[in-house]
């Protein structure tokens, strides 16, 4: 998953992949790749609509927040 991927003092999140529609959470935007399944945030949207999260949830490329965020050198 994300062993050995270089984080270079950098802000880590995780996100976790939406099954159905919901509003009462934020979702990230995954912007370009940057190492072993890890990639830059494009952006954060907190809290949409009900037909924008049911959209986040048919996408790729974005995922809920799980507010676990960690800064370190390199991730393990």
């Known amino acids: 998953m994300l062993k050995n991927t270089p984080a270079n003092g950098?802000?880590?999140t995780f996100g976790i992949v939406p099954?159905?529609?919901?509003t009462g959470y934020g979702y990230i935007r995954r912007g370009e790749l940057i190492g072993n399944d890890a990639y830059a945030?494009?952006?954060f949207v907190?809290?949409?609509d009900i037909d924008t999260a049911g959209?986040?949830?048919n996408q790729g490329n974005i995922t809920g927040i799980a507010y676990v965020f960690i800064s370190c050198?390199?991730?393990l």
């Not at 099954?19 to 919901?22: I, L, N, Q, R, V």
């Open 73 to 75: 050198k390199l991730l």
């Open 41 to 43: 945030v494009a952006e």
């Open 46 to 48: 907190e809290k949409p």
């Open 10 to 12: 950098k802000l880590v």
């Open 55 to 57: 959209d986040y949830s």
């Open 19 to 22: 099954t159905h529609a919901e």
